[in-house]
């Protein structure tokens, strides 16, 4: 007889969790006591904690399920808008590599960052890069689409890009620094107090907040100008403005939880597997489960000024040609920019990984043993 789906579901062993006290300090989560994975678990592990309840399981399916929406927002754009020679659609298609790219990415760290300390870091390095990628999609469609009429071909407009490529730069450094310092200079080469406690953890949570905060303000500079300040003529007023208004409250909100670790910090313990900072800062930055959030608004803006102001801005505009990508101006387009971005994001992310995979010369063969983490005994 063949096997009843219940049957099947429990021969299924499903990995063990933990609680803080049983796992590396590493690992740690503010104000979360339970639901830690085995900081050692096998990619097999990983992949089948995403079907029991642990403290990264809505974390891990509010990155992946809104991933396939901007998958399929992505090809409707290149197959139906015909990408390839509509130039004007490049920004846009961007955007949606960039968003597509930051959760994917996401998606991954979330999922495999318990197999060992070293991966842990690694993941969210990458983590980091794709963050940064997506601001840059982010500043390059503001660019194409939602800079104000009267800043358009202004010296602002001419160095907009180049300078988020430059942020994107620092902010992918002072993220991954945060998490261990300088690459060979402030890391442990002792393999076993490689990943100490970290002494200012304060400090590092600020250098994350401020890595992500400035690339998000300057990135926003043409919206908030737009929404809060302009007045009169060439202030692109539309109706596309309410979807700014909200994406950027939305943002704040963002801001504000990662920040301050609410409503967890008010309850430690009572919200470790569900309702965490964590998982209302992923409902409130994408769409999953009927959640509209920043993600969201955001592309409904960026498409909306798309067409709203296409024939204004193919007439006044810069235009976005292969050509100028590929040319002298490689910075102030689409693809020049993007490609310069994540191979120097690529590099420093190689950079901070490096010396976690250094092992350093044996000392002796006397050498003692080294002590049992006090997670295994437990």
């Known amino acids: 007889m063949p096997l009843q789906p219940s049957t099947m579901l429990s021969l299924i062993k499903l990995p063990r969790v933990f609680t803080i006290n049983q796992v590396p ?36 399916w509010t990155h992946f399920l809104p991933t396939w929406y901007f998958l399929y927002k992505l090809l409707t754009v290149v197959l139906m808008q015909d990408a ?50 997506y601001s840059l999609g982010s500043a390059i469609s503001y660019s194409a689409y939602v800079i104000p009429d009267k800043w358009v071909n202004s010296t602002f407009h001419l160095y907009y890009i180049p300078i988020a490529v430059f942020n994107t730069i620092i902010c992918t450094a002072l993220a991954c620094y945060s998490r261990l310092g ?3 200079l402030q890391y442990n080469h002792d393999t076993i107090k490689r990943f100490p406690e970290c002494q ?4 590092g949570k600020a250098l994350r907040i401020l890595a992500f905060a400035f690339p ?17 003529e060439g202030c692109t007023g539309n109706e596309t403005n309410a979807l700014h208004y909200r994406h950027t409250a939305l943002a704040f ?3 504000f939880l990662f920040a301050t670790h609410l409503p967890e910090r008010l309850a430690p313990g009572c919200f470790d597997y569900i309702g965490h900072s964590h998982q209302l800062l992923e409902r409130g930055k994408m769409i999953g489960m009927k959640i509209y959030g ?13 067409a709203l102001r296409r024939q204004w801005l193919e007439a006044h505009a810069p235009p976005v040609t292969f050509a100028n990508t590929l040319g002298a101006a490689l ?41 049992t983490p006090a997670w295994v005994s437990n």
């Not at 130039?87 to 298609?93: E, G, K, Q, S």
Request: glycine residues 2%.
């Open 200 to 203: 200012r953890p304060k400090f």
């Open 25 to 60: 300090k590493v690992f740690h989560e503010d104000s979360i006591i339970s639901g830690y994975r085995h900081p050692y678990s096998s990619a097999t592990d990983c992949v089948l904690s995403l079907f029991q309840l642990t403290n990264e399981t809505l974390n891990i």
């Open 253 to 255: 909100l963002t801001g």
């Open 216 to 232: 998000y303000m300057f990135d926003n500079i043409p919206v908030f100008y737009r929404i809060f300040m302009c007045a009169g």
């Open 331 to 371: 910075l102030a387009n689409t693809l020049g920019a993007a490609l310069l971005s994540v191979s120097l994001s690529l590099c420093i992310i190689y950079a901070f990984r490096l010396p976690l995979y250094w092992t350093p010369p044996r000392k002796s063969k006397r050498s003692k043993r080294p002590k």
């Open 182 to 184: 300088l690459p060979f």
């Open 294 to 306: 920043k993600m969201h608004f955001q592309m409904q803006a960026i498409e909306l000024d798309m």
């Open 84 to 133: 390839w020679r509509d130039a004007f659609t490049w920004p846009l298609l961007l955007f949606l590599v960039s968003a597509c790219v930051y959760l994917l990415a996401s998606t991954c760290a979330h999922t495999f960052s318990s197999m060992s300390a070293r991966a842990r870091h690694v993941c969210f390095f990458f983590d980091y890069g794709a963050l940064s990628f």
